[in-house]
């Protein structure tokens, strides 16, 4: 080992404590920042959009379907008052 170098592995995990620290510290502030605000906005309102989405696909087949449900019971219903 170099003179004045020391142990490499003692320095890495007194730096990594001090990261810890400073982390666990920045966690502990009651302050939201604007940017965290913006960014979870902007999930809410994808999230919302893509429910729409999804609940406007179901209410649209469930309608379809009821239409040619109709269709099929007013074909049957004219060929057997004509037929």
């Given at each position: 080992?170099?003179?004045?170098?020391?142990?490499?592995?003692?320095?890495?995990?007194?730096?990594?404590?001090?990261?810890?620290?400073?982390?666990?510290?920045?966690?502990?502030?009651?302050?939201?920042?604007?940017?965290?605000?913006?960014?979870?906005?902007?999930?809410?309102?994808?999230?919302?959009?893509?429910?729409?989405?999804?609940?406007?696909?179901?209410?649209?087949?469930?309608?379809?379907?009821?239409?040619?449900?109709?269709?099929?019971?007013?074909?049957?219903?004219a060929?057997?008052?004509?037929?």
């Amino acid at each position: 080992m170099r003179p004045g170098r020391g142990c490499t592995s003692c320095s890495a995990a007194l730096s990594l404590g001090r990261i810890v620290v400073k982390l666990v510290g920045m966690n502990e502030s009651s302050n939201r920042s604007f940017g965290r605000t913006v960014v979870a906005a902007l999930v809410v309102l994808v999230g919302v959009w893509l429910l729409l989405g999804v609940i406007g696909h179901v209410i649209s087949f469930l309608f379809s379907t009821l239409i040619l449900v109709v269709a099929v019971v007013a074909v049957v219903w004219a060929l057997r008052v004509l037929l």
